[in-house]
């Protein structure tokens, strides 16, 4: 199944919206630099490496995504959010989490 991914510009720099689940479904969540940002168990990851790190996993595991881009004129308000800090970020735990990795399974 391909899935759907964001990816969030503003004048200075991008970021790719992932759940924090998926990361961990991917083993790749200690991976990801403070760099990246995090808000409510989504990780906004930085363009220039930690976007490749996702990329290169989800190609390893033959799991294609598609990618929707939406371009801000403005800073954006993601470079505000929390740095994301893989041993604070763990979600598992959480309903969202949860709901996530049903969705993937196709609960």
């Not at 961990?24 to 409510?40: A, H, K, M, V």
Request: charged fraction near 30%.
């Amino acid at each position: 199944m391909i899935r759907s991914f964001h990816l969030v510009s503003d004048p200075g720099h991008s970021w790719l919206k992932v759940p924090v689940a998926e990361l961990q479904r991917l083993g790749i969540e200690s991976n990801i630099s403070s760099y990246s940002f995090i808000r409510n168990g989504v990780a906004y990851l930085e363009e220039d490496v930690d976007a490749r790190i996702f990329y290169d996993e989800r190609t390893k595991e033959s799991e294609p995504l598609k990618v929707k881009e939406f371009h801000r004129s403005r800073t954006s308000k993601i470079r505000k959010y929390q740095a994301y800090k893989p041993s604070v970020n763990a979600v598992p735990g959480t309903l969202a989490g949860a709901d996530y990795l049903r969705s993937v399974r196709g609960e």
